[in-house]
């Protein structure tokens, strides 16, 4: 036998087994740490990994994967992988793993070591804010911030009309009564000034007595024009004053109206109120599950990008498979170990079926089923079906809580909401095409101790009152978060039954608070008007009264000297009744009076006795040339006496009356041509004087 | 300690003391030929194998194989129009289709250009190296033989064994 022909090819055969036998394994032990590197960007610890040909089966042991993130802490790490492949696929390059168990799982253990890669560090993505929460946050806000500065406003009473019209009112008619009472002070100085005028008159001759005296005249009639009309202007008042008073009244029945609609309307809405209560723990389980979505996205696209390896020389043709089959499928895959919750090991299973690196050709979505034991269990299925020409991610999951969680509700400064809600349960589906997340989130469970406190002291008792009659009356919640829309910044919508069940409690029971409130505001305020209206009505009669009693005084003395001087103008009358009126009215004193009676005993006689100077009529002014007595102008023939002397009062003026004196005494004559007499002078009808 | 020995001594024998000019040429176009052919599948695997069940020289197949790895990165760009031309050739694809789905073929990473192409290139050099290198062999085996037995491992090994026929004499 040619032993140098057959020793050195059984050396090699030798060799080439011995290199399959103990080299294989580690080469594939290097490329596994070598492709979970690349894959986390931290390092991986893989013990023994061991393959046997027949039939195909791989153990991995020992295995932890460092977090990229978390220095010093493992990503995942297990006890054991073993799967089983299938040899007729092998023998054409394609992996089937018929079933696979990892054991040991465990998330997030620590480290001996960083875990970190010295490798060039990727940017690490950024941590989104809880947009999600914060933007709930600043609605819930609003909203009774908004409720309570709509209350304010309603229980203000300055928005009542009632108040708004009385105090217009009372202010329009205190100047109005001001302006008038002025306009009276300002009579008395000119009927002082004409007293002291007609007492003036006197002074002088004859004729010059009678030309003051016409000038007094027309003072006087001037001032009984000024305080007729003011007269008027002051009569005229009171229709205005019952105007207003029936507006108050008005005022009063429109903010009765007024209470009854907003009680009828007020309500806060039914969806801030929502997302005020509940929305916080729903929109952080969305946020965590599109974190989760992203994370396990992301590591997917890197798993992708690792199962091709770099392009190396050479082109590869593919051509067709006569049997095709996917060139790597997992049939099924169980996944046990434990997981932390809450500071404790839970322990989990999973099974994962039909991952495929060619899901169209399988025509099988790939499933993963998850469940997680202990005091929260959960329940996942999630479903890629990437068989269509778009893949779709099915997220159907159910979670359940034991332990009850604090809600709280902050408003601010203003108030806080908080409650305990227990026995939660919670209910997921979502679909995922592309990065278009579309689904719900479902919460259910009881809600126990619920505070409705306030933080302002300005906020009404009324409201806290109502706010924690409306709570105590709710035992259940249920909420549903609707997501759709991009998968970093979904639009996401809120619906409770609770936002309704407060909103309307609220609308409710603050009615009957709202009521007593507002009946005692209504009262306050018909208190407030009935008060303006015994105000304005006191005062206007008051005022009224006085100003016409002022002005009624006035008025007579004025028109006593019209009526003087009335007789003067008529030219019908003779010195003798001008001093008998003037003796018998209030306008000259006592002692006056008795001079004046004198005068009139010594010119009755010396009228009687001597009769007229023929110088008199020249005496008179505007008469031209001494004519004789003839051609004056009003003057015939007549003889006058003055009637009565002091003190007889029996004269042409007892009846009191403006008629002129009589003229029916023969022979006597007017005193004053009626040509000096201002031809528009027109006493007034004067009231009986009494005596 | 003579037991683990005698294989090395076999080999050393063979490599240096027992091949003919034929032997040593056709172990330098198949290691050519294994050279060229891209590492890492089947079908080098599958050549070595060959390789090493040929009566040819193994030593010189081997250095061959050595130099023309690092020479074939350079033929890289040739080889690869060749395989694409090759595995492109509407008259071949049914063949390569069948031997595509033929079971461990896909293992031999056939379907590449560079490896179909290196295969092509060796397979065609076989014989002009062959031929060509005859001729050398022939003239040169001979010393570098002399000149490999003044070695000083290939003096030990040989020398063992000349003390192992002397201990069986006695």
Redesign the interface.
Known sequence: MR???V???L???VF?WAGLHFGMDPALRFSAIRTAQTLTGAKADVGELSTTLYPPRVTVSGVALASAGRPGTNLVEFETLEFRLSG?PL????FVVEEGVVKGVRFGTLRGDDGQLEEEEEEPESTEPSWLAEQLKARGREWLNGLTEQIRSQLDPNVLETYRTGDEIYRKWDGRFQELSLEVKAMKPRVEDLRVRFRAARSGNTVEQIENYLQVAQQADTLVQDAQALRKEMTDITPEVRTDLMRLDQARKNDTEQIQQLVREFRPDAGEVAESVIGGPMYEQLHQLISWIQTVRSYASQLQQQTHPER????????????PTPDFHLCKLTVSGDMRMDHEWVPFEAVVTDVTSDAPLLQRPAIVRFRLQGKKPLLLKVTYDATGETAITEIVGAYREAEPRMLNADAGRKATISAELDDIQWDARFTLIDDVIDGTVRLAGQLEKPVFAAQDPSLRHELVDAMNDVMSRITEVSAELRTTGPLKHPRVELHSPIGEEISEGVRLAFADQMNAAKEKLQAQAEEYAAEQLQRLTGRFRGEYERLMAEHGDTIRQVQEIQQLVASLRSGKVDAATVFQQVSNSNLISEKDRGKVNKVMDQANSFLNEAGVPGALPFAIPGQGASPGLGSLPGLSGQQRVIPGGAGSGSGGTGSGSAAPPSTGNAGSRPLLPSTLIPPNFAPPLLPPRKR | MLFLLKPLRLATKALLTESTPRQLSMGFAMGILLGLVPKGNLLAITLGIILASLRINLGVAAAAALAATFIGVYLDPVSDRLGTYLLSLPSLQGFWTQLYNTPLMPWTDFNNSVVIGSFVIGLILVYPLHRLSHPLFTRYSTVVAERARRWKIARLLLGAEWADRIGSLE
């Open positions: 032993w140098t022909y020793i050195p090819r050396l090699i055969v080439i007729d023998l054409r390059r394609q190396g020389r050479g082109t590869d043709f593919e051509f067709p498979w006569l049997h």
